[in-house]
């Protein structure tokens, strides 16, 4: 039977192919078709779209990719009337549908002037009402994995009146925040935590003999990720009272799809929920509901009923599924977009008395109610502002490309050249910008699912044999594969190439996604060659000289953002740098700055507002944190009076580098005066790029205030920053 403490609940998200209509529910579910659930998910396609024609002129507008969509915000009377999630537990399941299309126009015209993620909030609107109406919170626990999905939940949770500032600087955060609402039980901006965090909640709550009930949302992307397994194996093992709601919408490979479209998800995991989304014979689960329709008595027997008939998800063929056989009590596919049935198996499952884990498969559709995003989901995982009418993004437009796209061009170049080089990233082709490598070259990509400790040791394995992988992750989730990195790249000298994205502050995704830390744990390891490019062409010669190391392994970071225009190398083919080689852009006396990465154009910046004020400063490009160019330095260090070190990472980056090579050879010993500008040692807000550059103390001013300060001139650097 069931359980005797109150359930947690873990809810997956994500969009999924055409499901089997159940008998036993009245309305048939709607064939639905997928698109991403998490900060990485490439939008994955349905191999049977079967969509009920539409007549008259909203047919001949679809015919041509055009639809009826209001240009203004509708009237929202039932939404207006909600604060909090306690103002809906009055509410009629119609009103709940009512609420549901209300919230839904809430977020598109939200987003419509913020931009953000709307795809994955539009596909868990019915969801999130749901579980806001059985479930008490914020003392019932509500946890969103991941927490881009969220716009909703925090409709209904008391923010909807600062929604216009989300992911502005010192308005709401993009994903859940605990330090924003007592309602965001987890923080979750990365993915596949909210099984661990859930069952930790769930063992804590019985320990306190509390009754609160724990629950979790979680997208079948995230479900791809090894920690979501060793939850459950976990959570199996303990026997701990949760439930998992699996929120499928076929997103096993994240944020924006291929250059020809949507691409089929990635990994078993996808084939076997498609095997699950089908009837099958009862067997021995029947006489659980039966056993439960006899607990429950006769007034709740045709709820019992509809839980029985879902409960056929949990047999397979042959006999169980992963789920059952971790540990699991399965029920589904649920359709996440019919109101009646959710709220009854919700409330089924919260007031049945269970023991241990239970897993529901709720299905989804990514974008669900707006039908631009529906048509093209991988568009619409992350948007700029855009017209609610006609679907319009309004881009801004750059005179050059982003530092993602000339990563890929350079690989591509190489590999035009060198059969060997692949290229794999972690459920990011758009992200990394391999989605252009994969066009070229697809049988040399490999998109391994949000899984970033195998991909680092897949490359591994490449490279064993003769391969030249470049594994492409962003900086932050280059944290999740760390021990990896050590154990299985760097302890061995495998020659694997690190492309690190989204390296330094990202605006709008804030702090979980800072690339604050890579230069730091990267630089420490004994046999890693640590690269950075002052600007574009610089990457191109860095991807030039990572596939040229076959000794060890390498790695290189660049920024979120464009290019500063600078000329490309011919054909876009880089050519290969000295190792542990930097050069001086700018001679000048006294003063000398020492930059790592794109801060070096901040440098120049400095230099030529303290070149107004009649100083003439030195300005270097390090190029190598590891190894460090000594000659370099020690010829800054003795022929200046001020060096300062400059890099938009964390303490411990390459300034302390810089640091200990001086103090080793003496170079401290004598009246140098050396200061080095990172980033704070605290985690900086979303907001404008400008706005965090200016909270981290790295503008160009701030550098030349730096300078003035140290030589004395403090009125003129207070006057500067005013």
């Known amino acids: ?59 001949a507008l679809a015919e041509r990719g055009e639809y009826e969509y209001p240009s203004e915000r509708p009237p929202t009377p039932l939404l207006d009337t909600i604060n909090y999630p306690i103002h809906m537990k009055n509410l009629s399941i119609k009103e709940l549908k009512q609420l549901s299309d209300e919230l839904r126009s809430d977020v598109i015209f939200h987003v419509s002037k913020t931009g953000g993620h709307l795809g994955s909030s539009l596909g868990v609107v019915e969801l999130t009402v749901a579980l806001h109406y059985v479930f008490n919170t914020p003392q019932d626990r509500i946890l969103w994995d991941v927490g881009h999905q969220t716009y909703p939940h925090k409709i209904l949770t008391g923010r909807r009146s600062k929604m216009g500032t989300i992911r502005q600087t010192d308005g709401l955060a993009g994903f859940t925040k605990r330090a924003e609402s007592e309602y965001d039980a987890f923080g979750a901006g990365h993915s596949s935590n909210s099984i661990s965090a859930g069952l930790g909640m769930a063992v804590g709550r019985d320990l306190k003999g509390k009754k609160n009930h724990v629950v979790a949302v979680i997208g079948d992307g995230a ?8 939850a459950m194996n976990n959570a199996g093992y303990l026997d701990s009272d949760m439930i998992v709601i699996l929120n499928d919408n076929r997103q096993v490979s994240l944020p924006t799809a291929t250059l020809d479209g949507p691409t089929p998800p990635v990994g078993a995991l996808s084939s076997a929920l498609s095997r699950l989304q089908s ?41 169980s599924t992963l789920f059952e056989e971790l540990g699991l009590y399965y029920i589904g596919p649920v359709d996440g977009h019919n109101m009646d049935d959710l709220v009854a198996i919700l409330k089924e499952v919260k007031t049945t008395k269970t023991t241990g884990p239970v897993l529901i498969h709720v299905v989804t559709e990514k974008g669900r109610g707006y039908p631009y995003a529906e048509k093209a989901a991988d568009k619409y995982h992350g948007v700029a502002k855009f017209d609610p009418a006609t679907g319009k993004q309004f881009k801004s437009r750059s005179m050059t490309q982003s530092y993602t796209t000339y990563f890929a061009e350079a690989l591509i170049a190489e590999a035009e050249v060198d059969k060997d080089i692949v290229a794999i990233h972690a459920a990011m082709g758009g992200g990394t910008g391999l989605n252009l490598f994969q066009r070229r070259f697809p049988a040399r990509c490999f998109d391994v699912g949000i899984a970033e400790q195998h991909a680092v040791t897949f490359a591994a394995g490449l490279a064993c044999e ?20 050590v154990h299985d790249v760097d302890l061995q000298k495998i020659p694997v190439r690190f492309a690190m994205d989204r390296a330094g502050l990202v605006g709008a995704d804030g702090p979980t996604h800072c690339g604050a830390f890579d230069v730091t744990f990267m630089a420490c390891l004994p046999n890693m060659v640590v690269m950075a490019p002052a600007d574009e062409a610089e990457l191109f010669h860095m991807v030039a000289t990572a596939a040229a190391i076959d000794d060890r392994p390498s790695c290189f970071r660049y920024p979120r953002g464009n290019g500063i225009g600078v000329p490309l190398p011919s054909g876009n083919k880089g050519i290969p740098l000295e190792i542990g080689k930097g050069h ?35 300005v270097a490009d ?48 004598g009246n140098l005066k050396w200061r080095p500008m990172v980033l704070p040692d605290r985690y900086i807000d979303h907001g404008s790029p400008n706005d965090q550059l200016a909270e981290a103390g790295l503008t160009a001013s701030h550098i030349a205030a730096t300078v003035l300060n140290i030589i004395g001139k403090n009125r003129e650097a207070f006057e500067l920053m005013q």
Request: hydrophobic fraction near 40%; aromatic fraction near 6%; charged fraction near 20%.
């Open 223 to 230: 479900m791809t990720a090894g920690q979501a397994y060793e």
């Open 584 to 618: 001086i852009l700018v001679e000048g006396e006294r003063v000398a700055l020492l930059g790592y990465g794109t801060v070096v154009q901040s440098c120049l910046a400095a230099a030529a507002l303290l070149e107004d004020r009649g100083l003439q400063l030195t």
């Open 279 to 319: 009837n099958r014979p009862l067997r021995e689960l029947r006489e659980v509901a039966k056993g439960v329709t006899k607990q429950i008595g006769g007034p709740m027997h045709e709820i019992a009923a509809k839980v029985d008939e879902y409960a056929r998800g949990l047999i397979s063929g042959s006999g």
């Open 622 to 669: 390090a190029r190598f944190c590891k190894p460090l160019d000594h000659a370099l330095i020690r010829s800054l260090a003795k022929s200046h009076d001020v060096l300062i070190t400059v890099e938009e990472g964390a303490i411990g980056g390459f300034g302390s580098h810089v640091a200990q090579f001086m103090a080793l050879d003496g170079l401290l010993d």
């Open 1 to 59: 039977m069931w359980p005797q403490h109150a359930p947690v609940v873990v809810v997956a998200s994500s969009t999924a192919t055409p499901i089997a209509t159940f008998p036993s529910i009245a309305s048939p579910l709607r064939p639905v078709f997928g698109v991403t659930s998490s900060c990485r998910t490439t939008c994955s396609s349905r191999s049977t779209q079967v969509k009920k024609r539409a007549s008259g002129v909203r047919a």
């Open 466 to 485: 003769g391969l030249k992988p470049f594994c492409a992750i962003y900086s932050s989730f280059m944290q999740r594969a760390y021990d990896q990195v």
